[in-house]
């Protein structure tokens, strides 16, 4: 195993699977799976696997070893880690499952990460300096974090917080200014996913009127995206338009008539329609 960078040999690595793209950036949030042991235990103390979720932590919030150990590695790479008892839980444990200066062996997996500090550094940036002094390329990038950030949010379940995600974002990009057709483009691209991530929030907290605003901006950018049609297809049948829903993803299978969701979707809104008027 090789030694950490700044721990003194007080947290040691080995690379299982090689991980892609940049090393974890400071202050990130993580996406991690993990096995934590007492060495010389077979059974592990703690394990992401064994309780089924993944385990999403702050750097420079959790232990100090398995932070230290997280900061060296890459998107999907899997690596242990052996923490000396001060980078683990010292000479207290943590009882009753980890006992007093204790040797642990991690074996973790980086799902995934947000890069939180830098988008928090950029908008207090933004936030100070007036819009004509930060690039565009920035503000997207910020944008972009708290996208995915969102993301993560979302396929937790936690609709209201990705919406709050997301809406940070657009906040951003819809006070930018473009000086060219490249920058117009960039900051189009990015928008259009932005609200259409908060129409899916909405619709997954059946907030009908909400979802169908943010489908309307999509296609203030795009008149052809199919996504925001199916979207507020899906809108509409959730208010019990049922006939507007028919027509609005008439327009997406349109646009994408290969699509199986959109077709689903008007299979579902005739589903609806049917036990509406008791066929």
């Not at 996913?193 to 997954?204: D, E, F, G, H, S």
């Not at 297809?233 to 993803?249: V, W």
Request: charged share 25%; proline share 3%; glycine share 10%.
């Amino acid at each position: 195993m090789t030694p950490v960078d700044g721990t003194n040999g007080g947290v040691k690595k080995k690379i299982l699977r090689e991980g892609v793209g940049g090393i974890v950036p400071e202050g990130a949030t993580v996406k991690v799976q993990y096995n934590g042991y007492v060495v010389g235990e077979a059974e592990p103390f703690d394990s992401t696997w064994l309780r089924g979720s993944k385990q999403e932590i702050k750097l420079g919030h959790g232990l100090l070893g398995f932070d230290a150990g997280v900061a060296t590695m890459r998107k999907s790479e899997t690596s242990q880690f052996l923490l000396q008892p001060d980078w683990g839980f010292g000479a207290l444990g943590c009882p009753p499952r980890v006992p007093g200066s204790a040797t642990l062996l991690f074996e973790i997996e980086l799902v995934s990460f947000v890069n939180a500090a830098a988008a928090e550094a950029d908008e207090e940036a933004f936030a100070g300096s007036g819009h004509g002094s930060v690039r565009l390329a920035q503000l997207v990038d910020v944008a972009m974090s708290e996208r995915r950030a969102g993301n993560d949010c979302f396929y937790r379940g936690d609709f209201g917080q990705a919406m709050a995600k997301y809406q940070k974002g657009i906040g951003l990009l819809e006070k930018a200014s473009m000086k060219d057709e490249a920058e117009e483009k960039l900051w189009r691209e990015e928008l259009i996913k932005l609200y259409l991530n908060v129409a899916m929030c909405c619709i997954k907290k059946r907030l009908g009127p909400k979802a169908i605003t943010f489908c309307n901006k999509v296609r203030d950018l795009d008149r052809s995206n199919a996504k925001a049609y199916y979207c507020h297809g899906q809108a509409c049948r959730i208010l019990g338009e049922f006939d507007k829903a028919i027509r609005m993803c008439l327009e997406a299978a349109k646009l994408k008539p290969n699509s199986e969701e959109v077709r689903a979707e008007l299979r579902l809104i005739n589903k609806c329609c049917r036990f509406m008027h008791g066929i």
